[in-house]
């Protein structure tokens, strides 16, 4: 097969043995620094767009994408969910109460988030009946003052399936005797892990009937209505628009920025640092060819006077040299998003067996909104990497493979 003579030669230098074997292992240790940082870079942000992956899913799958509310209960939410429903972004919706206070049981004590629910309805805009580790959401019966906690909470107050807790509300009972706080005995019929500190330990539900007569209000007055929206990040200004439709100033909406919107944002200015951060690693790695051609160049300075002498122009003697930094880029490039494929992969996993072995958390849930390590691998940033480090091991040929082509024939092989 036919190849140029300069992708003949450069590809020859890559493969041949040198005299000086010092340039060998500098050429060996450029290609394993750049494969190393391409893994790094691919590993980090696969880790970064994991943790991206389960804020939408997981924590905003749980929370609501917006609400609609009224400073009074909402008697007949039917129609308005009606009206609501009309805006196309809406994809489902589901009446709620929330109320905090405590739960308490043997003297423990934990704080909690109590979210009424209709069970049905709430299937179309939560995951919570996908993350059931005992019971069943459809154990929160009406009358039965049933409640499903996190696992979390329930380790805390040391409850588990059909034990007894006491929720005691901000709200108090004026009695002859004086104010009281309101309390009311709950039956534990279900726990639930979603592998986020936040909602396994202070989030609560219950049955939305139940909590209405807690709250003394009709069985069929809500304090809103939760949204699901097609796309979470149109969510505030679309709740805002929805609430301002429905006219007398009555509604107001609240939306997951309020929440939990820092949290996301922090994640992607970390991604866009962190993955700046990498790509200089990255950069070092390809410059360290720089110093390998001119290594290369002052060893092969005797070969390159024979070739200027044969005819070679210093364009081609450029190429050469051009191609052979090319070439170490580009193994080091593939070893390195191979390698990198392979880790993004299984970094969950070795990570969860290493926790076990060592008995040890590395992500503990009070610190962090996940308690596991997640990754989610993207094509786009396995060719962005790939791209950026072959475009800089480029760059990093030019400048030794121009010194190589001002060799002067005369003067290199002066003493040879």
């Not at 996993?349 to 008995?359: D, K, Q, T």
Request: aromatic letters at 8%; a positive charge.
């Amino acid at each position: 097969m036919f190849r140029p003579l300069f992708v003949f030669i450069g590809t020859r230098y890559t493969r041949a043995k040198r005299r000086n074997h010092f340039v060998s292992f500098i050429s060996l240790t450029s290609m394993i620094g750049l494969a190393l940082g391409v893994v790094v870079m691919i590993v980090v942000l696969s880790v970064m767009n994991g943790f991206d992956h389960e804020m939408r899913t997981r924590v905003l799958g749980m929370v609501p994408h917006a609400t609609i509310e009224s400073g009074e209960p909402i008697s007949d939410w039917q129609s308005l969910a009606a009206k609501v429903k009309q805006n196309p972004q809406v994809e489902a919706i589901a009446p709620f109460t929330q109320v905090q206070g405590l739960l308490t049981n043997n003297g423990n004590v934990q704080k909690i988030l109590l979210n009424a629910i209709d069970p049905v309805q709430e299937r179309k805009v939560s995951i919570i009946d996908g993350f059931m580790k005992q019971g069943r959401l459809d154990d929160l019966v009406s009358g039965g003052f049933g409640v499903v906690i996190g696992d979390k909470a329930a380790t805390k107050l040391g409850v588990g399936i059909g034990d007894k807790v006491t929720f005691v509300s901000p709200e108090v009972t004026v009695t002859p005797a004086g104010m009281f706080p309101r309390m009311k005995r709950f039956t534990v019929v279900g726990i639930f892990h979603v592998g986020a500190g936040e909602l396994d330990g202070y989030l609560g539900v219950t049955n939305l009937q139940d909590l209405a007569r807690l709250h003394r209000w009709k069985p069929d007055q809500v304090q809103g209505l939760r949204l699901k929206f097609t796309d979470l990040f149109k969510a505030p200004r679309t709740a805002y628009d929805i609430a301002q439709s429905l006219g007398d100033h009555q509604y107001y909406s609240r939306d997951w920025t309020r929440t939990h919107g820092n949290l996301y944002q922090a994640i992607g200015m970390e991604k866009s640092i962190i993955g700046l951060l990498l790509l200089l690693i990255v950069a070092v790695a390809a410059f360290n060819i720089i110093s390998t051609l001119v290594m290369v160049v002052n060893d092969k300075r005797g070969d390159i006077a024979i070739l200027r002498t044969l005819g070679a122009t210093p364009g081609q003697i450029m190429r050469i040299f051009m191609v052979q930094g090319t070439v170490i880029g580009v193994v080091g490039t593939a070893i390195g998003a191979g390698v990198g494929i392979l880790a993004a992969l299984n970094v969950s996993s070795a990570i969860s067996a290493l926790e076990g072995l060592i008995g040890h958390k590395f992500l503990n849930a009070d610190v962090y909104f996940i308690d596991y390590l997640p990754s989610q691998l993207m094509t786009e940033d396995v060719l962005m990497v790939c791209g950026a480090a072959l475009v800089l091991s480029f760059l990093a040929t030019l400048y030794p493979a121009w010194r190589a082509a001002r060799t002067q024939p005369a003067e290199a092989l002066r003493y040879e």
